[in-house]
């Protein structure tokens, strides 16, 4: 039995166990383990399913065992041993998946099954899952000669490394800067749940007063909130700056890693035969290419523009009618807002908040999936986890079977990368007599709790509550019993956040919303009067709020699209080039939100931004046919069936299609933002 709690054979990680020494002989071991399966595999020359298919999902789940505590933990609990003993076992880890994937060995076997005269009998799970497993072979070069072969394996170890240095930089960048106060008059105006926690935030640096830094909930308590303007545009540039040539600190400067990143994504595609880094991003893709994509967002902006301006011209002339703001400059226009909900249409988020602690919240959400999809959340108590703050809630289905798990991780605090997401710890995964659970992390950043205070939550962060819990149901809730194409695994990227916008719906559903609201000094649920007027204002400013996805996802297109390697990156000029087609808001030139754009340089989301919308358009589609209830058997039934259980089964198109039984169409999307004729 190993001492190594990485490579333990349990159902849940010990995380209390795991230290950073154990990571790279973890790795190494794991690493061993799986090229062994691998050889295994290509030795009999078989075409049979089991022995080849399923000896691969087995060697990759085990593989995926070790490394997904790793990763979790180099995200929510970094120090510098973790940090440095992540970067070495990242570094084993994406050389060895890129050798694995140009394996013609691997490759042939794969092929072979492929070719059986009756491969087109199997089920159809089993056939998408060696036709994606064919598809990742060639995507990972699998066909590549001499130089160009070895060349790709460079660049896919570079490109790892650059992308973890990026996302470090803006988490050192974010911890790096603070604003110290001792005088509380210079906080006038931010509510006093929120003065909290820059106490707390002081606290923790052992000084008195409040401190100011740039994680989120201090970021949003000073621009929505501060009185002083001075205060809310020096917050608004250090967090614009962070991690840039502009920042008061440059030592985290990400300038040269964005430069190197696109150049080498570029050399990537070009080897592969792509003409850019978006065709090759895009080849995974609902969409069909990168123009396919950009029509769809240039469509989407017409219509969204004028509305956009309008609602900044009624922005100006709010602040200077009621805030004496006569020049508005981007550090007031949340502020502005802010006061606008409050003035125009009785919406003060400070108030809502009172009605929206926690644990309340979490009680609602585990009843709202109960009344869905018939499975309950219990609470388990004595799990091992990486901080005291941290839940594990077992996932049962009607019959009281436990068939999933799930950590919430929702608090901010040092060490913990901002944003709020989900991702895999296990996968489902049916290995002869032994059933593996799936089991889901899902991490925000919501304010904690103050002394004995709960944490009080924004309708805001009910938003994103709802929408991470929709990839964790797309994970817990399915029914392949192949990792690799079950829960959001193999999914097209474009599509995968059609679960989570779903749920996001369920935010603005009144029975929903009040059944788990309930004030936190009486009990008393969210009024029906302030419901309403919560609803009436969900499209307030949303022209303003589309124009800006659109332009990140634009300009995250024509990056990878345009890249042209004897100019180089180019971002600001970009950034300028797309800000003139599509935004009303300029913000100043010293901004610099590319070099804290962790999505496409550090996340998952290279070329492939526009999928919120484009999820969206098939969110939105999908929640109208659900709320008509024009689903015979049920609407919560289905979508669970068609869409959550399907996973990667299918192409998204076709689930889509088994739910709605139509191709999707636009229309709702723009009922639900507001931009219909």
Sequence with gaps: MTSNPLLADRDLPDFAAIQPSHVVPAMEEAIAAHRAAVAQITAGGTDDFDTVILTAERADFLLSRTWSPVGHLASVADTPELREAHAAAQALMTAYLMEAGQNR???????????????????VARKRAVDLALRGFRLAGVALEGEARQRFLDIGVALSDLSTRFGNAVLDATEAWSEH????????????????????????????????????PSVLAILLHAKDRKLRERVYRAYNTRASDQADDRSHDNSDRIDAILALRHEAARILGFADSAAHSLETKMAADADEALAFLADLARRARPVGERELEEARTFATEHLDLADLQPWDLSYVAEAMRRTLHGVDQEAFKAYFPLPRVLAGTEALIER??????????????????????????????????????????????????????????????????????????FAPPAGDHPSLVTHNDVVTLFHEFGHVLHHLL?????????????VEW?????????????????DTLIGLSGRVDTGEPLPEAMFDRLLAARQFQAGLAILRQIEFATFDLLLHRDYDPAKGAQVNAMLDQVRAAVAVVHPPAWNRFAHAFSHIFAGGYAAGYYSYLWAELLSADAFEIFAHGDIPGGGATAFRREILAAGASRPAS?????????????DALLRMRGLAA
């Design 478 to 490: 399915t029914e392949v019993d192949l990792p690799s194409i079950g829960g959001i695994s193999g």
């Design 181 to 216: 106060v001792t005088d509380e008059t210079a906080l006038a105006g931010v509510p006093d749940s929120d003065k909290a926690i820059l106490a707390a935030y002081a606290r923790e640096k052992g000084l008195t007063g409040w401190l100011i830094t740039l994680r989120q």
């Design 105 to 123: 060995a691997h490759h042939d076997a794969v092929a072979r099954v492929a070719a059986r005269p009756d491969f087109v009998n199997l089920p």
């Design 372 to 445: 869905l999809f018939g499975v309950r959340l219990a609470k388990r108590e004595g799990v091992s986890t990486w901080h005291p703050d941290v839940l594990f809630y077992d996932v049962r289905d009607a019959s009281g079977e436990v068939v999933a798990g799930v950590y919430l991780d929702l608090y901010a605090r040092a060490g913990k990368r901002g944003g709020a997401w989900m991702d895999v710890c296990r996968s489902r995964f049916r290995d002869a007599d032994r059933f593996h659970r799936p089991i889901a992390y899902l991490t925000t950043n």
């Design 654 to 666: 076709e689930n889509f299609q088994a739910f709605a039984g139509r191709a999707p169409e636009v």
């Design 494 to 510: 474009d599509a995968v956040e059609l679960p989570s916008q779903f749920m996001e719906n369920f935010a603005w559903d009144k």
